[in-house]
Nanobody
Framework: VQLQASGGGLVQAGDSLSLSCAAS????????MGWFRQVPGKDREFVAA????????YYADSVNGRFYVSRENAKNTVYLQMNSLKPEDTAVYYC??????????????????WGQGTQVTVSS
């Protein structure tokens, strides 16, 4: 399985940005898909996740109310809509997939597959 993320870039504080991530190799039936992010010198941290059902998304407190995760199972794709971006959102964003029942808020150990990462930079 390969996850290919796209959509990162440089924006100003308060702007919006959308990321997408497409899985290839096989259909990830039943998988949780979502996003983590990482800045240099720190651990990769959970951002958002969505079960296969498309219901009950969950988010890190730092992004709740500003970021929205969605998915299109027919396209094996997960999205992250990021609004009201802040400089502290600057990081490399990684899409992730985990087996049924994975709880991404527990951390990176819940993830089976990682995307290659896409840089998001928010200037003040």
């Amino acid at each position: 399985v390969q996850l290919q993320a796209s959509g990162g870039g440089l924006v100003q504080a308060g702007d919006s940005l959308s990321l997408s991530c497409a899985a290839s190799g096989r259909t990830l039936v039943g998988y949780v898909m979502g996003w983590f992010r990482q800045v240099p010198g720190k651990d990769r941290e959970f951002v958002a996740a969505l079960p296969w059902s498309g219901q009950s998304p969950y988010y890190a407190d730092s992004v709740n109310g500003r970021f929205y995760v969605s998915r299109e199972n027919a396209k094996n794709t997960v999205y992250l809509q990021m609004n009201s971006l802040k400089p502290e959102d600057t990081a490399v964003y990684y899409c992730a997939a985990g087996g049924y029942g994975s709880l991404f808020s527990r951390g990176a150990r819940e993830v089976d597959y990682w995307g290659q990462g896409t840089q998001v930079t928010v200037s003040s």
